[in-house]
Each structure stands twice: as structure tokens, then as C-alpha cells.
């Protein structure tokens, strides 16, 4: 009889450390987040957005399509798209690895809405996500 309640305490324990035992963890996986493409077919103009986090200010934070006139997006594009080319120039004082390519934007150029939207939003997202400012009266924290 001993014998018994020692092999059922043996079973009993074997039995609950199995259940306490840590079950497999299944890993989350994780989309990749698709870079933002800013196209005007017909000027043959692209701007491919990378910059991880643009995807979810786009569409949570930013403000809607329409939000703002065109002349008023071009106009900001204008004065940020200067800054941001000769901070591109002067390596020495700016972080390249944010600073890495000059865009090509000419004023007299009408790129369409679109372009115009999603660059001056893309402004606005960098402005935050690396606390800096591009002037013109825009605070690194402000969304519109």
C-alpha cells in the first residue's frame, strides 16, 4: 500500500509539472511595411518612401486628401524641398542617413495633388520621427 501512494504521488507530480511546463510560442509575424510610392504617370515622376512607420502616419495621423488646397501644398514642398536638398549637400553638419537623396522638385512643374499630398505629409512624418525642422513656421511635432 506504501508502495502505491508513493507511485501515485510520483504520477501526481510528474503529471502537474507537465502542466505548469511552458507551451510553445507561436512568433508573430511581422508584415514587412510596403514602401510608399508618390507617382505622377504622366510626368514619368517617382518618389519611392522607404522610411519605416510613413505607411501608418499616412493613414492614422495625417490628415485627409483634401484637406489642404494645392497652392498651399506646393508652396511647402517649395520652401522644405530646398532646405532638405542642401542639408543633403552639407554632409558634414546633417546626418546623411537621414539626408540621403536631393529631390527634384521645380515649382513651375505641376505635379498633381497627389505628389503634392503625400511629399508634404512625408515632410511632416520626418519632421517628427527624426525631431527636426524644415522651417516655415512648422514645429516637429505638429501634424497639419
Not at 508513493?6 to 510553445?24: D, K, P, R, V
Not at 492614422?60 to 549637400?89: D, H, K
Amino acid at each position: 500500500m506504501k508502495l502505491f501512494k508513493h507511485f501515485a504521488l510520483l504520477i501526481f507530480m510528474g503529471l502537474f509539472l507537465w502542466a505548469c511546463a511552458s507551451s510553445s510560442i507561436k512568433k508573430n509575424t511581422t508584415k514587412k511595411e510596403e514602401p510608399v510610392v508618390i507617382a505622377n504617370d504622366s510626368l514619368e515622376y517617382e518618389i519611392i518612401i522607404f522610411d519605416i512607420g510613413f505607411n501608418a502616419f499616412l493613414n492614422s495621423i495625417a490628415q485627409p486628401e483634401g484637406f489642404y488646397s494645392q497652392s498651399y501644398l506646393e508652396a511647402r514642398n517649395t520652401a522644405w524641398v530646398i532646405t532638405w536638398n542642401n542639408r543633403v549637400t552639407n554632409n558634414i553638419q546633417f546626418n546623411q542617413d537621414i539626408y540621403e537623396n536631393i529631390i527634384d522638385y521645380q515649382p513651375q512643374i505641376n505635379y498633381g495633388y497627389e505628389v503634392n499630398y503625400k511629399l508634404f505629409n512625408y515632410f511632416l512624418f520626418a519632421q517628427r520621427k527624426y525631431k527636426m525642422s524644415l522651417g516655415g513656421g512648422f514645429r516637429s511635432n505638429r501634424i497639419n
